[in-house]
């Protein structure tokens, strides 16, 4: 049931990550290191929305954004993702091309109270009182929908050396309970599949029949997403302060499928010598790890409007309290060519076991963030809009009692920065009906460099799109593209360490869809 124990140790489960010690800590990368979302229009400024308004991502955004609307707006957004990824193992590279489509947002927004019909105890017109909208959106964002390949011949070792060190020292009759730092359940499935015999004449010690260097290939395919569901108000004051508020819901989905498979291999003969010989087709291990679940949190911010070309906004979200649940399994196959182990006084053919599943529940914090924005309008042409966020990642936080979640929030605050920064910058023209717009959004890293194989997690995305809007209508496209590197490691050893390094570019295309109805 530890993820420590039944997931992080066997890596080709999750992915080792070289300067990491514990698996949930990697929670802070995968649901609190996002690309906000919305329309079109904004993503196609670079995410740029905090000191805006007027646009439908104000209601996950910045809920003062909502003050600025004046009419009913129903919006659809539909995505199409696709991604490139070359893997580079042991000198051996391998492409994969990837394509997706998906919901991206959905949004309406309602104006409950127009200024120019408010009206005080006596009936009499009241100009001056804030106007009230609400909105309710859904937007999608992160998607984990990926697929990465990587193969080649490994000279120097294979998983079997792996589980060979990992045995070392324990006794047989033990090999199947928790004992040490590694997953000693699947060491008795590797035993089980005479892949790793003991030596009776030193006890706690263990020797394999194969080996050699064999051809080493895994598919990891990961699914799912992180929906964000907001309902949110805003209200203008005087056309000069906007104020809002917002509660935001998160619903987590998140697969990772992987096979590892090695073949080809070797035997010991007579004089010690690495023979060619048919005794052990392949190996094969899948493992499947699931990650569901929900959780909340609160937004609340601000614009002012000093001058009629000038927007000052802030938004503050609170952290999110996420409850999830975890599945993880894994299955072992190996397949040998009729092969008489003479010991046992057996022949050995093809073998499926698998671990069974593992199930823990656990809560996670994640880090609370303040957004600060300004946007400038030149006349009634375009404008220049530019956002910061601050983070403390080394402020989320793991809560459970299935595991050790002391050493999990040691390794947080151990791995990730206490302050973060996250900038985007974006820039709308205007000719008549016909909107150009740029955008460029930086995702900083959130973790420290606390070792030399750690890989780059900042994410720099750039954007193009063009709107067309008439007095009911709008129609917005854009186009983003980013790249990032990330590397896994299929096992682990104290030299030779195999790693594969994934450069991977990422290809997404949004059509918005807005509708304005005057009340």
């Given at each position: 049931?530890?993820?420590?124990?039944?997931?992080?140790?066997?890596?080709?489960?999750?992915?080792?990550?070289?300067?990491?010690?514990?698996?949930y800590?990697?929670?802070?990368?995968?649901?609190?290191?996002?690309?906000?979302?919305?329309?079109?229009?904004?993503?196609?400024?670079?995410?740029t929305?905090?000191?805006?308004?007027?646009?439908?991502?104000?209601?996950?955004?910045?809920?003062?954004?909502?003050?600025?609307?004046?009419?009913?707006?129903?919006?659809?957004?539909?995505?199409?993702?696709?991604?490139?990824?070359?893997?580079?193992?042991?000198?051996?590279?391998f492409n994969?091309?990837?394509?997706?489509?998906?919901?991206?947002?959905?949004?309406?927004?309602?104006?409950?109270?127009?200024?120019?019909?408010?009206?005080n105890?006596?009936?009499?017109?009241?100009?001056?009182?804030?106007?009230?909208?609400?909105?309710?959106?859904?937007?999608?964002?992160?998607?984990?929908d990926?697929?990465?390949?990587?193969?080649?011949?490994?000279?120097?070792?294979?998983?079997?050396?792996?589980?060979?060190?990992?045995?070392?020292?324990?006794?047989?009759?033990?090999?199947?309970?928790?004992?040490?730092?590694s997953?000693?359940?699947?060491?008795?499935?590797?035993?089980d599949?005479?892949?790793?015999?003991?030596?009776?004449?030193?006890?706690?010690?263990?020797?394999?029949?194969?080996?050699?260097f064999?051809?080493?290939?895994?598919?990891i395919i990961?699914?799912?997403?992180?929906?964000?569901?907001?309902?949110?108000?805003?209200?203008?004051?005087?056309?000069?302060?906007?104020?809002?508020?917002?509660?935001?819901?998160?619903?987590?989905n998140?697969?990772?499928?992987?096979?590892?498979?090695?073949n080809?291999?070797?035997?010991?003969?007579?004089?010690?010598?690495?023979?060619?010989?048919?005794?052990?087709?392949?190996?094969?291990?899948?493992?499947?790890?699931?990650?569901?679940?929900?959780?909340?949190?609160?937004?609340?911010?601000?614009?002012?409007?000093?001058?009629?070309?000038?927007?000052?906004?802030?938004?503050?979200?609170?952290?999110?309290?996420?409850?999830?649940?975890?599945?993880?399994?894994?299955?072992?196959?190996?397949?040998?060519?009729?092969?008489?182990f003479?010991?046992?006084?057996?022949?050995?053919?093809?073998?499926?076991?698998?671990?069974?599943?593992?199930?823990?529940?656990?809560?996670?914090?994640?880090?609370?963030?303040?957004?600060?924005?300004?946007?400038?309008?030149?006349?009634?042409?375009?404008?220049?809009?530019?956002?910061?966020d601050?983070?403390?990642?080394?402020?989320?936080?793991?809560?459970?009692?299935?595991?050790?979640?002391f050493?999990?929030?040691?390794?947080?605050?151990?791995?990730y920065?206490?302050?973060?920064?996250?900038?985007?910058?974006?820039?709308?023209?205007?000719?008549r009906?016909?909107?150009?717009?740029?955008?460029?959004?930086?995702?900083?890293?959130?973790e420290?460099?606390?070792t030399?194989?750690?890989?780059?997690?900042?994410?720099?995305?750039?954007?193009?799109?063009?709107?067309?809007?008439?007095?009911?209508?709008?129609?917005?496209?854009?186009?983003?593209?980013?790249k990032?590197?990330?590397?896994?490691?299929?096992?682990?050893l104290?030299?030779?360490?195999?790693?594969?390094?994934?450069?991977?570019?990422?290809?997404?295309?949004?059509?918005?869809?807005?509708?304005?109805?005057?009340?």
């Amino acid at each position: 049931m530890l993820k420590f124990f039944s997931i992080l140790s066997i890596t080709i489960i999750i992915g080792f990550r070289l300067y990491s010690q514990s698996g949930y800590s990697q929670d802070v990368i995968k649901f609190s290191h996002n690309i906000k979302g919305g329309s079109a229009r904004t993503q196609a400024i670079g995410g740029t929305s905090v000191s805006l308004g007027g646009d439908v991502s104000s209601i996950s955004q910045n809920p003062a954004g909502l003050g600025f609307v004046n009419r009913k707006l129903f919006s659809l957004s539909y995505g199409f993702l696709g991604n490139n990824s070359t893997s580079n193992y042991l000198g051996e590279t391998f492409n994969t091309n990837n394509n997706f489509n998906d919901v991206e947002n959905i949004s309406l927004v309602l104006p409950i109270k127009k200024r120019n019909n408010y009206y005080n105890a006596s009936i009499s017109k009241c100009p001056d009182c804030p106007k009230f909208n609400i909105g309710v959106s859904y937007s999608k964002i992160k998607s984990f929908d990926d697929r990465k390949i990587y193969n080649a011949y490994n000279d120097f070792n294979s998983i079997i050396d792996y589980f060979l060190a990992d045995a070392q020292g324990i006794p047989l009759n033990r090999l199947a309970s928790i004992t040490k730092i590694s997953d000693i359940a699947l060491l008795q499935e590797v035993y089980d599949h005479y892949l790793i015999n003991p030596d009776y004449e030193l006890p706690g010690s263990y020797y394999s029949f194969v080996g050699g260097f064999p051809f080493q290939r895994e598919e990891i395919i990961t699914s799912g997403h992180i929906d964000k569901i907001s309902i949110s108000s805003g209200s203008n004051i005087r056309d000069r302060i906007f104020l809002g508020f917002g509660i935001n819901f998160y619903l987590i989905n998140y697969q990772e499928n992987r096979t590892y498979n090695e073949n080809s291999y070797e035997i010991l003969d007579n004089s010690d010598q690495w023979i060619l010989e048919g005794i052990l087709d392949y190996l094969t291990l899948k493992d499947v790890l699931k990650i569901s679940g929900n959780g909340s949190s609160i937004s609340a911010g601000l614009i002012i409007k000093p001058t009629n070309y000038l927007n000052i906004g802030i938004n503050y979200e609170s952290k999110s309290s996420i409850k999830l649940e975890e599945e993880s399994y894994s299955e072992l196959e190996t397949k040998y060519f009729d092969y008489y182990f003479q010991p046992e006084d057996t022949t050995l053919r093809n073998v499926i076991s698998g671990t069974g599943s593992n199930f823990s529940e656990y809560g996670y914090k994640s880090p609370s963030k303040l957004t600060i924005g300004t946007s400038y309008f030149y006349k009634k042409l375009g404008f220049v809009s530019a956002d910061i966020d601050l983070i403390d990642y080394s402020s989320a936080s793991i809560q459970s009692y299935d595991f050790n979640d002391f050493a999990e929030n040691q390794d947080i605050v151990r791995i990730y920065k206490s302050l973060a920064l996250n900038y985007r910058i974006g820039i709308e023209g205007r000719y008549r009906n016909f909107y150009l717009r740029l955008g460029y959004n930086f995702l900083n890293d959130p973790e420290k460099k606390i070792t030399n194989f750690k890989p780059n997690n900042s994410i720099h995305t750039k954007s193009l799109g063009i709107g067309f809007l008439t007095n009911s209508l709008s129609i917005d496209l854009t186009y983003m593209n980013y790249k990032n590197k990330s590397q896994v490691s299929p096992y682990i050893l104290s030299i030779d360490q195999p790693i594969a390094e994934f450069s991977s570019q990422y290809y997404k295309l949004i059509l918005s869809l807005c509708v304005r109805i005057n009340n």
